[in-house]
């Protein structure tokens, strides 16, 4: 494999990387790894102007793990789903207007799958404006917790929800549009996510309904905060898209969001996920 360079975007999240090609990513069966531990440094990998296509794309997600086929029909290529508002291009594309709010990707799985290991994103055609992808470090946001706030949170759990996230977007639904997000499971994880690694980070985001045991509007009050302050400004990486540029992070330990855009928009990103296999513990 060809030497590569890494250089740090913000000081909390994100590293562009440079000297690897489409094909070498694809192809090089070092690569996997070397991602991998550069991931769990930076939180986000940047690759500008890669113009890696659809089936490479798939190939290098084979090499950090399993390939999440959950949404498989979307896109002529297994494995690839498409991001975009066009409900011509994807049928769900309703939902993904949530995805204008901070969160973790699987959070509210419909069973006991485990979050996401990594996504990548790759630009096929991007917004005239608005539309960058920007990501905040979680592991950073609870290392930035007082001794006694660290203790205090260690023990919280908070229920996670579609509904929660999708009231969001649409404050006021029908009600076929509630009952479908209600007959999505909710699940309760805890608020610090004890890594297999050791690190821990928080577990927050539009799908973070309420604190387990604490008064509702009190433990909306906490979990509003605690985002808040995981996602100022200068903990924020925020990537403004080109034609081919491919993003790929750390679902386990990066929140992430889509700055808002025209809804008419063209804009697409073609999304594969590889599968997790650490539960939030």
């Known amino acids: 494999m060809s030497l590569l360079t890494i250089n ?44 890696l296509d659809p089936e490479a794309q798939v190939g290098f997600c084979r090499r950090l793990g399993g390939v999440d086929h959950s949404a498989d029909g979307h896109h002529p290529v297994a494995g690839i789903y498409p991001i975009t508002l066009d409900p011509a291009k994807n049928s769900s594309a309703a939902y993904l ?15 006991n799958e485990y979050p ?36 205090h949170y260690g023990s919280l759990r908070v229920v996670h929800s579609l509904e929660a996230s999708q ?10 549009q509630l009952a479908r997000w209600q007959s999505r499971p909710t699940h309760e994880h805890p608020l610090v996510w004890t890594h297999r690694s050791g690190r821990k980070s928080l577990v927050l985001g539009a799908s973070a309904d309420y604190v387990v045991g604490m008064d509702l509007a ?46 008419a928009s063209r804009r697409e990103m073609l999304r594969t996920t590889v599968l997790g296999d650490e539960p939030i513990r």
């Not at 009231?167 to 076929?176: A, C, G, K, M, Q």
Request: hydrophobic residues 40%; contains cysteine.
């Open 97 to 111: 207007k949530a995805t204008f709010d901070w969160h973790i990707d699987g959070c509210t799985p419909l069973g």
């Open 167 to 176: 009231r969001r977007v649409t404050p006021d639904p029908s009600p076929e």
């Open 218 to 263: 009190e433990g909306r009050a906490l979990l509003a905060d605690l985002l808040e302050r995981a996602t100022a400004p200068d903990r924020v990486y925020s990537h403004v898209w080109s034609v081919g540029d491919t993003v790929i992070w750390d679902n386990r330990g990066v929140l992430h969001r889509a700055a808002p855009y025209d809804p």
């Open 8 to 51: 740090k975007l913000t000081e909390s999240v994100g590293a562009e990387v440079s000297g690897l090609d489409a094909a070498g990513l694809a192809a090089d069966d070092s690569v996997g790894s070397v991602i991998l531990d550069a991931l769990e440094a930076n939180g986000v990998l940047v690759f500008r102007g890669l113009r």
């Open 116 to 151: 996401q290991k990594a996504t990548v994103l790759s630009a096929v055609q991007v917004a005239e404006w608005g539309g960058e992808t920007e990501f905040a470090n979680s592991y950073a946001a609870y290392e930035a917790l007082t001794a006694a706030e660290k203790e």
